[in-house]
Nanobody
Framework: QKQLVESGGGLVQFGESLRLTCAAH????????IGWFRQAPGKEREGVAYMGGSDGSIDYADSVKGRFSISRDRTKNEVYLQMDSLKPEDTAVYFCAATFRGVIVRGAGAYDNWGQGTQVTVSS
């Protein structure tokens, strides 16, 4: 059974950092495109970072560009979202998602594997 499990969320202050981890169980993330999404209360889910499955491409939402960094460790079968210079507007539940594609996939509807989410709260 394929499963994605996020961890690393928490409560931090303005300007601090967090690193989220998404661990895959039951399948290999090799050649899977990865997306990190977030959803704040009353708002739609938005994509913040993307990585192609095998072409090495990476992209970020404008709102996090220069502050967030997506990466993967193929040996550990994990992906990460390093979040620096956090702001209160980054407060949300963060989800990782995966789909078997070699290129970047930006649409949430294209992902068929989702984690349960981890809460990130940034106080001012």
């Amino acid at each position: 059974q394929k499963q994605l499990v996020e961890s690393g969320g928490g409560l931090v202050q303005f300007g601090e950092s967090l690193r989220l981890t998404c661990a895959a169980h039951g399948f290999s993330l090799a050649h899977y495109a990865i997306g990190w999404f977030r959803q704040a209360p009353g708002k739609e889910r938005e994509g913040v970072a993307y990585m192609g499955g095998s072409d090495g491409s990476i992209d970020y939402a404008d709102s996090v560009k220069g502050r967030f960094s997506i990466s993967r460790d193929r040996t550990k079968n994990e992906v990460y979202l390093q979040m620096d210079s956090l702001k209160p507007e980054d407060t949300a539940v963060y989800f990782c998602a995966a789909t078997f594609r070699g290129v970047i996939v930006r649409g949430a509807g294209a992902y068929d594997n989702w984690g349960q989410g981890t809460q990130v709260t940034v106080s001012s």
